[in-house]
Nanobody, 125 residues
Framework: QVQLVESGGGLVQTGGSLRLSCAASGSIFSSYTMGWFRQAPGKEREFVATISWSGSATYYLDSVKGRFTISRDNAKNTMYLQMNSLKPEDTAVYYC??????????????????WGQGTQVTVSS
């Protein structure tokens, strides 16, 4: 069992930055592939980025490449999403998720085993 808690969301202007954190507790955090997803009002939950259990490999949604950076600190049981050059279309609730057996390129939300409660990110134009 893994418990996930996101933090770091907020309101920012276009071009601004935010850093999201996902604190994990429970089972062995370092053995899970971790991911960030987002969901805007009226839209389906969307994959944003994933990171391998070791942190050595990452995978991104095309529209966030070069702007967002996913990372993790297994000693602190924490994952991060550094978001730069934010755009209004990045506005959504952001969720972290844990996938015990999935691949780095797994983008289907239904496959992920554990989820946080979400944190709101709003980018004003």
């Amino acid at each position: 069992q893994v418990q996930l808690v996101e933090s770091g969301g907020g309101l920012v202007q276009t071009g601004g930055s935010l850093r999201l954190s996902c604190a994990a507790s429970g089972s062995i955090f370092s053995s899970y592939t971790m991911g960030w997803f987002r969901q805007a009002p009226g839209k389906e939950r969307e994959f944003v980025a994933t990171i391998s259990w070791s942190g050595s490999a990452t995978y991104y949604l095309d529209s966030v490449k070069g702007r967002f950076t996913i990372s993790r600190d297994n000693a602190k049981n924490t994952m991060y999403l550094q978001m730069n050059s934010l755009k209004p279309e990045d506005t959504a609730v952001y969720y972290c998720a844990a996938n015990r057996y999935g691949s780095l390129q797994e983008v289907r939300a239904a496959v992920y085993d554990y989820w946080g409660q979400g944190t709101q990110v709003t980018v004003s134009s």
